[in-house]
């Protein structure tokens, strides 16, 4: 088996990196079908992830696709949240490049 510190919860993850406000409303968005993990749909709150795995989170009106760099320890301060994953530059232009202007 790895060590507890090699992995970390899927809601627990998202609740540390601030993703959302609490690990209920990660859990219930998970099981819902708004996460996918190494592009693999994910409705297990408790499966594991571990620094290196890809995620795609569809939340809050936006979908975002991070990459885990660290687990964390705590929910700490959002600058703190920030140093656990790197977001995507696609994330930010997915879709809504091309308004259509003849409306």
């Given amino acids: 088996m790895t060590a507890d510190t090699d992995t970390l919860r899927l809601d627990k993850w998202l609740f540390h990196a601030r993703l959302f406000k609490s690990r209920g409303l990660a859990a219930s968005r998970i099981e819902a079908g708004g996460v996918r993990l190494n592009g693999q749909p994910c409705r297990k709150p ?32 959002a600058s703190e949240a920030q140093a656990l994953y790197v977001e995507h530059e696609e994330t930010a232009s997915s879709g809504a490049d091309s308004p259509d202007p003849g409306n």
Wanted: hydrophobic content about 45%; aromatic content about 0%.
């Fill in 46 to 77: 408790g499966r594991v992830v571990r620094p290196g795995d890809r995620l795609v989170v569809s939340a809050h009106g936006r979908v975002r696709i991070l990459d885990i760099v660290a687990l964390g320890l705590r929910r700490g301060p």
